[in-house]
C-alpha cells in the first residue's frame, strides 16, 4: 500500500513551459486534492475532486487545470508556468467526509522552481 | 466561509518543556479540527483530529488537543518537549463538503 505518489519530486521549468504534475492514490478514495505551498505558508488550495469526472476550483485554481479520468489518478497541469508558479505542491486524498478515518492522506511534495 | 489562525508563526522551547501551539479557527457549521505535522522536505502527516465526541483528543507522539467551542479553539499541548518534535504544525478545519482551510503553519524549535 503506498498510499498517495507524486511524480516528479523536483522539477525546473522555464518561464512560458508546460508541464504535468502526477498524482496517484491506492487507498481507492473519493476525494483527492490539489495545494501549493509558499515559504512560510500554510497550504493554499487549488483543485479538488469529489470522485472521477468531478472537478472543482479551490482558493488559487488560476494557471491550472487538472482532470480525474479515474478513482486513482489526479494529475494538474501548468500551462505557460510562470515564476509566481514556484512553490511546493502537494497532492492529498480522502475518503468521503464524516467517516471515522476523515483524514488527508499526503503526498511527498513536488518541488517546483519556475527562472 | 471557514478559516484558521495561528498564533504564533515561530515558537521555541526547551527539551522537556510544555508545548503549546495555538489554533483558533471560525465556522459556520460545525467543524471537523485537525493537526498535522511537516517533517523538512515531507509532505503533512496527521497528529490528531477532532470530529465528534470527547472534546480532548490524544495523538500520536504524546500530542494532545482540546476542542473549546467558546473560544472557537483547538490548542495543541505536548507535556514535555522531545527533540524530536522540532518541525512545523498546521491546523485546519474543514467542513462536511470536504474542502480543508489550513493555518499559516507554526515552526516549532525544541532547544536542548
Known amino acids: 500500500n503506498a498510499g498517495v505518489t507524486q511524480t516528479p519530486k523536483f522539477r525546473i521549468l522555464k518561464i512560458g513551459q508546460s508541464m504535468t504534475l502526477q498524482c496517484t492514490q491506492d487507498?481507492?478514495?473519493?476525494?483527492m486534492y490539489w495545494y501549493r505551498q509558499d515559504p512560510g505558508m500554510g497550504l493554499k488550495l487549488i483543485y479538488y475532486?469529489?470522485?472521477?469526472?468531478?472537478?472543482d476550483k479551490g482558493e488559487v485554481p488560476n494557471g491550472y487545470n487538472v482532470s480525474r479520468s479515474t478513482t486513482e489518478d489526479f494529475p494538474l497541469r501548468l500551462e505557460l508556468a510562470a515564476p509566481s508558479q514556484t512553490s511546493v505542491y502537494f497532492c492529498?486524498?480522502?475518503?468521503?467526509?464524516?467517516?471515522?478515518?476523515?483524514?488527508?492522506?499526503f503526498g511527498p511534495g513536488t518541488r517546483l522552481t519556475v527562472l | 466561509a471557514q478559516s484558521v489562525t495561528q498564533l504564533g508563526s515561530h515558537v521555541s522551547v526547551s527539551e522537556g518543556a510544555l508545548v503549546l501551539l495555538r489554533c483558533n479557527y471560525s465556522?459556520?457549521?460545525?467543524?471537523?479540527l485537525f493537526w498535522y505535522v511537516q517533517y523538512p522536505n515531507q509532505g503533512l502527516q496527521l497528529l490528531l483530529k477532532?470530529?465528534?465526541?470527547?472534546?480532548l483528543v490524544k495523538g500520536i507522539n504524546g500530542f494532545e488537543a482540546e476542542f473549546k467551542k467558546s473560544e472557537t479553539s483547538f490548542h495543541l499541548t505536548k507535556p514535555s518537549a522531545h527533540m524530536s518534535d522540532a518541525a512545523e504544525y498546521f491546523c485546519?478545519?474543514?467542513?462536511?463538503?470536504?474542502?480543508?482551510?489550513f493555518g499559516d503553519g507554526t515552526t516549532l524549535t525544541v532547544k536542548p
Open positions: 492529498a486524498s480522502s475518503p468521503r467526509p464524516g467517516l471515522a478515518e476523515d483524514e488527508q492522506f
Open positions: 487507498m481507492n478514495h473519493n476525494y
Open positions: 475532486s469529489v470522485g472521477a469526472g468531478i472537478t
Open positions: 465556522s459556520s457549521v460545525p467543524p471537523y
Open positions: 477532532y470530529t465528534t465526541g470527547a472534546t
Open positions: 485546519a478545519v474543514r467542513t462536511n463538503a470536504g474542502k480543508s482551510t
